[in-house]
């Protein structure tokens, strides 16, 4: 079974910076794996934040604007997003994602781990 194990959520004021971390283990490829953060706001739908390819390529939401890079250590199985220059609306749960391919709607990921909370206030 795929497990995930997300950290590194919490509140910050404007401008601030946190660093989210997902060990991803346990899952059903061999070939290639897609990994991705998508959030989901009070009363809003999912949206994906950023997504990492098995090649090394990156797809970012166009709210990120440069602010957060998503990457990987491989050999650690772990995903990491470093969200800088946070702003309030990022406030939002934030889920690591894994599929076989990348998407862009986070909906076609059948892989969720369990959330971490961002808040920024001002």
């Known amino acids: 079974a795929v497990e995930f194990v997300e950290s590194g959520g919490g509140s910050v004021k404007v401008g601030g910076s946190l660093r989210l971390s997902c060990i991803i283990t346990?899952?059903?490829?061999?070939?290639?794996?897609?990994m991705a953060w998508a959030r989901q706001a009070p009363g809003k739908k999912f949206e994906l934040v950023a997504r990492l390819g098995d090649d090394g390529s990156t797809r970012y939401g166009d709210f990120v604007a440069g602010r957060f890079t998503i990457s990987k250590d491989n050999a650690k199985n772990t995903l990491f997003l470093q969200m800088n220059s946070l702003k309030p609306e990022d406030t939002a749960m934030y889920y690591c994602l894994a599929e076989r391919n990348c998407y862009s709607d986070p909906t076609n990921y059948d892989y969720w781990g369990q959330g971490t909370q961002v808040t920024v206030s001002t």
């Open positions: 346990g899952y059903p490829w061999t070939d290639r794996i897609c």
